[in-house]
């Protein structure tokens, strides 16, 4: 895992139940220009579950991707569980804003209750 996918890790790990960020949010507080870096990290997330990358959409508020799908039953399948937490799509686009987090989570690299990695 590089550097930079630890640092995606640790905040996506971050985002609670019921809550979204966006792929820019995520390369902001990181300090990289690219929500694209972000989601070919998140791509390749090896610990999903507990680094919820479905919690990750689009800055204009649409689903986005998952698993690095951008139809299909990836996507239905992350709606899916957005939904079970409470997080709504209406017309593709998250129904309530107020559900987006946005730089409001800490960087720690140690975001696995203290490991490296999920166990």
Known sequence: MTPFQQKVYAIVSRIPRGRVMT???IAKIIGCNSA???GQALKKNPFAPKV?????IKSNLSVGGFFGKQ???YVEKKIALLKKEGVLFLDGHLKDVCRVLSGKIS???NY???KKSPK
């Not at 919820?52 to 990750?56: A, E, G, L």
């Open 112 to 114: 696995f209750g203290g």
């Open 71 to 73: 139809s299909g039953k």
């Open 52 to 56: 919820p990358c479905h919690r990750v």
């Open 107 to 109: 960087q720690k690299t």
């Open 23 to 25: 792929y820019q949010g």
């Open 36 to 38: 694209q870096a972000v």
